[in-house]
């Protein structure tokens, strides 16, 4: 009896021990073996290339990554801005799929992760994006896009007849009323003028 | 002396049918957004308040004008395809907007706001923005908490036929802040004809 407890604790510990030896394979250790082989990523992170890393609300973000094999495709992630998914698609440059999305103009400033799954098997990439509210500290490089011209703030929904105006003619005729049915009555009743 | 009243009544009843009528019929009876007068433009040298220190980053909230009665919520702006500033929903007119791709208000650069003069129903947001007097106040609360107050420096109308640009959105050494509405004149054809445009400068936060 004792012997069969102690053979099936040990056979657990070592499917446990397997389980746990195993797991990164397939869950959160990919990111961090893609890093190593990964080309450099301006953000300084995982192996998806962000470019612009540093952007304003509205801006276009182009990411792309060599982790997809020769042809592969990728679907992305930048939920986490606010901007939903986009496909990575084989670019011009071999081996290497590249795809587009635009900082929503809600997003606020912050560092955010944008994460890329390989379609053929279940490698994941990660790469970083920060959100500036002005590009005065992103460098000379970028150019803070400026309004143009006049805006349009009106359609002239406040001209008009002016109320007080109004409401004194309303009253200076209604006056006018008055006398005139008054004098009606002197006359109606002969008592003339 | 009845016949005195008579005439009396008679005559306040002509007086006030032809009043009133000339003023429910007469072609100049509308009113218009107050429009700033000259003496509103460039300040005196030396005149202007000293500047206070630039603020750390905090998209604005609110704005504040209390000697032209303003205080409405602000909402992120963009920019058309024409590459001009975006505006508020119409619909609101309790709203204004910020340029979000630019400056935050408060820090060093040209912050800038913009809000409707009217919209169909009536006077809106900035209705009074012309009436506003240099030296008055300008607060903006900011998401971190904090209240970036701005002085005015000037109140300017600008045709939109010849915007000066780099004056009302170019870089400022110092934190600036413009608030821009319709104004300039108003034809049924064309619209409002330009716009009004405060300049500001911070001069405290709390």
């Known amino acids: ?193 | 002396m009845r016949r005195v009243g008579d005439t009396a009544i008679a005559a306040v009843t002509v007086v006030a049918l032809g009043s009133g009528t000339w003023l429910l019929a007469a072609p100049d009876a509308t009113h218009t957004p107050p429009q700033p007068a000259a003496a509103e433009g460039r300040p005196d040298p030396g005149e202007e308040r000293l500047g206070a220190g630039a603020l750390a980053p905090s998209p604005p909230t609110r704005i504040r004008i209390p000697s032209i009665r303003v205080n409405a919520p602000l909402t992120g702006l963009g920019l058309t395809p024409a590459g001009s500033l975006d505006v508020p929903p119409a619909g609101n007119k309790n709203l204004a907007g910020w340029y979000e791709a630019g400056t935050t208000p408060g820090e060093t650069g040209t912050a800038i706001v913009a809000g409707h003069v009217d919209n169909a129903e009536g006077p809106a947001v900035f209705y009074d923005l012309g009436a506003l007097k240099r030296g008055a106040a300008i607060e903006i609360d900011r998401r971190n908490g904090g209240v970036a107050v701005f002085t005015v420096d000037a109140v300017e109308v600008y045709p939109a036929s010849a915007f000066p640009d780099d004056k009302v959105y170019g870089a400022a050494p110092r934190p600036e802040l413009r608030v821009i509405t319709c104004g300039g004149g108003y034809s049924k054809a064309t619209g409002y004809q330009g716009n009004v445009v405060v300049f500001a400068h911070l001069t405290g936060s709390r």
């Open chain 1, 1 to 193: 009896m004792r012997r069969t407890a102690r053979l099936l604790t040990g056979t657990a510990l070592a499917v446990a021990t397997a389980g746990l030896a195993t797991a990164p394979a397939h869950g959160g250790g990919v990111p961090a073996a893609a890093r190593l082989r990964g080309a450099p990523a301006a953000a300084g992170t995982g192996s998806l290339q962000v470019s612009p890393a540093t952007a304003v609300p509205g801006g276009r973000i182009t990411v792309n990554t060599t982790e997809c094999g020769a042809r592969g495709t990728a679907i992305a992630d930048a939920g986490s801005v606010g901007a939903g998914t986009f496909m990575l698609a084989p670019g011009t440059n071999e081996g290497e799929a590249v795809g587009e999305f635009r900082v929503p103009t809600g997003a606020q400033p912050g560092t955010y992760e944008i994460v890329a799954k390989c379609a053929e098997g279940d490698r994941q990439v990660t790469g970083d994006l920060v959100v500036a509210l002005s590009t005065a500290r992103m460098g000379a490089a970028h150019e803070q896009v400026r309004p143009r011209g006049s805006v349009k703030t009106g359609v002239g929904g406040a001209l008009g007849t002016d109320p007080v105006q109004t409401a004194a003619g309303v009253a200076a005729l209604a006056v006018a009323a008055a006398g005139g049915t008054w004098l009606l009555h002197r006359r109606a009743r002969g008592d003339g003028i």
